[in-house]
């Protein structure tokens, strides 16, 4: 088993330009997450979702959309990139919300 | 809103001593995870904590939850300088898991 997988694992992005960055889990999990992490402030929830069909706002939504494609893939996409969306993005899931989560290996982005 | 502390956010010490890293949060849970960063990588899931008086241990490491007291720690015994990294608790309350700012722990030899 793959665990959570991440594509890319590295981006370097102009101001104004768009990406989707990817996630896809193995493990059958109902609930999927994307955070973002930044020196000094620890993981902050950006998006996610519960099941399948269904997306949530997290702590820091703004600049961001999401999509969960089906079971296994949920994506993050920057629609007109920011510097201060530079930051290193993760991805995770769990069986459901309560249960413990487990990370994919996290895109480095940076905004230029 | 679910606040979560943890102290200290830095810590250095020497091989073969013993030190403690706390996790306090502000509201009641008693589902508590703590995760291992080791430096350019992604989070490592080590213990899971579901009830008051859970204890985990896990070689030099150990994990102890007193919901009451809102507080979690994470012992390290006879610290070994593969244990450097930072480590996260994150805590279940208000139907979403925070996480704690993370401790640095570096090991000197």
């Known amino acids: 088993n793959a665990g959570v997988t991440q594509t890319p694992k590295f981006q370097v992005l102009k101001t104004g330009q768009s990406m989707t960055l990817q996630c896809a889990q193995d493990?059958?999990?109902?609930?999927m997450y994307w955070y973002r992490q930044d020196p000094g402030m620890g993981l902050r929830l950006i998006y996610y979702s519960a099941s399948e069909g269904t997306t949530d706002k997290g702590e820091v939504p703004n600049g961001y959309n999401v999509s969960r494609l089906n079971k296994r893939e949920f994506s993050l996409r920057l629609e007109s990139a920011a510097p201060s969306q530079t930051s290193v993005y993760f991805c995770a899931s769990s069986r459901d919300r309560i249960y413990e989560q487990f990370f994919g290996p996290g895109t480095r982005l940076t905004v230029l | 809103e679910l606040k979560v502390e943890q102290n200290p956010l830095f810590l250095s010490m020497q091989e073969g001593k013993n030190y403690t890293i706390y996790c306090n949060y502000s509201?009641?849970?008693?589902?508590l995870y703590w995760y291992r960063q080791d430096p350019g990588k992604s989070l490592e899931s080590l213990f899971v904590?579901?009830?008051?008086?859970a204890v985990k241990q896990e070689g030099r490491l150990m994990a102890s939850l007193d919901t009451k007291a809102r507080l979690s720690t994470l012992h390290i015994t006879a610290a070994v300088h593969d244990l450097s990294a930072t480590y996260f608790c994150a805590v279940w309350g208000n139907e979403k898991l925070t996480f704690g700012t993370g401790t640095r722990l570096t090991i000197i030899p």
């Open positions: 493990m059958n999990h109902n609930s």
């Open positions: 904590l579901l009830s008051n008086g």
């Open positions: 509201t009641t849970s008693d589902r």
